[in-house]
Nanobody
């Protein structure tokens, strides 16, 4: 069983930064794809960024150049560094672990609020 726990959310002003963390339990972390998603009120959950088993990162166009995803397999941690935050980045951010291409685990989410 895998548990994911996000932390690092909060209230910031536009232009500021936040660093989200996600701690994972279990033994499959290093063999899994990790990702961050977000969901704003009234919207569907959307993909933000992913990092492969080999450490190759991809990010959504809306956050390209501002958000950086990284992972530390030794610590079972995945991070999302968010810079130059905008009010439209306000959402609940969720950590996702995907194993064997189809087994998904989700964290409970952490709120990020960006004021203008």
């Amino acid at each position: 069983q895998v548990q994911l726990v996000e932390s690092g959310g909060g209230l910031v002003q536009a232009g500021e930064s936040l660093n989200l963390s996600c701690a994972a339990s279990g033994s499959i972390f290093s063999n899994s794809v990790l990702a961050w998603y977000r969901q704003a009120p009234g919207n569907q959950r959307e993909w933000v960024a992913s990092i492969s088993i080999a450490g190759s990162a991809t990010v959504a166009g809306s956050v390209m150049g501002r958000f950086i995803i990284s992972r530390d397999n030794a610590k079972n941690m995945v991070y999302l560094q968010m810079n130059s935050l905008k009010p439209e980045d306000t959402a609940v951010y969720f950590c996702n672990l995907k194993f064997n291409g189809y087994i998904n685990y989700w964290g409970q989410g952490t709120q990020v609020t960006v004021s203008s």
